[in-house]
């Protein structure tokens, strides 16, 4: 192994005393091209262009010198100090940051980040990066050379968002352009670049305990409000008496909510469709565990409801009007999805686009055999249960005691994509 291995972080700035002394008794030097070319590397250095990491962690191993392995910004941040120190090349870093290109990008257009997310495209995540500016109003995209501003903005079509695009930072010929999403692939963009992703219409209406000490948080979880599967009148435009078998399943109570989530499994960088949303609480949930969401219902006033629900909890959740198999041929690929309303049709559209977890809520036993029918056709491992719940009345005063309020059940399917 190398007597001595040094990481510099290099943000266009002149050197700090130690990163020169470790470049200048270099005898071996690592970096993209401009960094090779832009900073004094001793001439009898040798040289590696980084392309593969490994390609170049192995070589590294091997060398009998010092080296210096020069990456931009900060290299712990989203940089090669976490693939330079994978235990199968047992290399002992010394790592002398600089600024990262994140700060820098958001010192350039002046704004605050400790709100914002930070995801990269980087090994073919370019979907999943999209899906995470589609969840939230404030995101600095790490790109690469096939999956950069462009490409990006043509994830998001029809979602309005602001790109500032950040084009060499901190070298001779840094850019920063502002755009909209929909002119982004207009233009020709250079690489490297950050891209920082602005907009949305989500605001917390209540102070939120968690704003400004927890850096990167995902919107609304915790929130205005802790918990989930909340009761019905917590979102607006859910009648709290009704069933999960009421007008087709308009507002499912808290427990089908809850199993629905737990089923779902939603993380940041899922896409989640809930197909005949109703008002919106499912998808509401599902969006504060930090999931992109298209919600499709047919009922336009219960479009408008989906909004006013999403900035309740500080969520980003897209309302598309219309019936759900009218409609879902021109959604974004899903990771998940939910059918709260439309039965064993609306399934049978969903699962020709193959999300690799379903879930249904039917209203009939027959209902119910026709969607495990159509999911099982379909090649998922399916599952289900009737859930059965019972609120307790608690009394006062000359009727204190428990008593069995007015119960309710619902029928849920749901199916895994076989492996």
Known sequence: MADRITVIGWDGTPLTE??????????????????????????????????????????????????????EGDPGYFGVVRALRSPEYGLELEVLPAV??????????????????????????????ANVCRANPKVAVLTTSDAGPSELALMLRGVHR?????????????????LTSERVPDHVWRDPSVVLVIGGGSQVQTVDETAGWLAGKPLGFPGPARGWALPAD????????????????????????A???????????????????????????????????????????????????????????????????????????????VVEAGGAEAVRAVVTRRPGRLVAVAHTLAEAEEIHEVLSGAGYQVDGALLQSAPLAIGRGAAAGLSIGTGEQGLMLWGEQGS
């Open 234 to 257: 917590a979102y607006a435009g859910v009648d709290r008496g009704a069933s999960a078998a009421d007008a087709g399943g308009r507002a499912l109570p808290p427990h089908l909510r």
């Open 18 to 71: 130690a990163a020169a002394s470790a470049l200048a008794g270099a005898t071996l030097v690592a970096g993209a091209p401009y960094q090779l070319a832009g900073l004094p590397v001793p001439a009898d250095a040798e040289r590696i262009v980084l392309g593969s990491i490994a390609a170049a962690a192995r070589k590294i191993a091997e060398h009998r010198g010092t080296v210096v392995v020069v990456a």
């Open 259 to 337: 199993l629905a989530v737990a089923r779902l499994g939603p993380v940041p960088g899922d896409l989640v469709w809930a197909v005949g949303a109703a008002s919106g609480a499912l998808a509401v949930e599902i969006a504060r565990f930090g999931a992109a969401v298209v919600a499709v219902e047919a009922d336009r006033s219960a479009c408008a409801q989906i909004a006013v629900n999403a900035r309740r909890y500080g969520v980003e959740v897209e309302a598309v009007h219309g019936v759900g198999h009218e409609v879902l041929g021109g959604l974004p690929e899903p990771d998940a999805a």
């Open 162 to 178: 602001t790109f500032v695009v950040c084009e060499a930072l901190g070298t001779p010929d840094e850019d920063v352009t502002v």
């Open 100 to 129: 990262s290109s994140v700060a820098a990008a958001f010192a350039r257009a002046g704004m605050p980040w400790e709100d914002a997310q930070v995801v990269s495209t980087h090994g073919g995540r370019l979907r999943r990066a």
